[in-house]
């Protein structure tokens, strides 16, 4: 058994995506992603099915260029290879979860892309 919290101990940057996986399963990884309001992560693809669920606040979540404005509690699925980005509304806690298959490096790099 782990115990963990998706609204303790965090840590906002101005300047950049703060994620982190907070919990990893025999068969996911749990990702906690956090966003202030304008910060982006542009379109990417993940190469499994992932579940996106919204712990705080507002994002615009755009799939095959059709936006869907999530707000805390909701969550949304995604097959694989789904083109998708999402935009803060507000500050946002996003709980992601990935395939064991994933890596949570690529998350990394998705994040690391949208800055440029």
Do not use: C, W, Y
């Amino acid at each position: 058994m782990q115990k963990i919290s998706f609204t303790e101990n965090l840590e906002f940057n101005d300047h950049k995506i703060v994620t982190k996986v907070l919990l990893e399963t025999s068969f996911s990884k749990e990702i906690r992603i956090l966003l202030k309001e304008g910060q982006q992560m542009k379109e990417h693809r993940a190469p499994f099915p992932i579940i996106v669920h919204i712990v705080q606040g507002t994002i615009d979540f755009g799939v095959q260029g059709t936006l869907h404005k999530l707000k805390q509690g909701d969550i949304i699925t995604l097959d694989a290879n789904v083109p998708h980005d999402l935009l803060a509304l507000s500050d946002s806690i996003v709980r992601l979860t990935l395939s064991k298959q994933d890596a949570a490096e690529r998350v990394e790099k998705v994040v690391a892309d949208s800055e440029k």
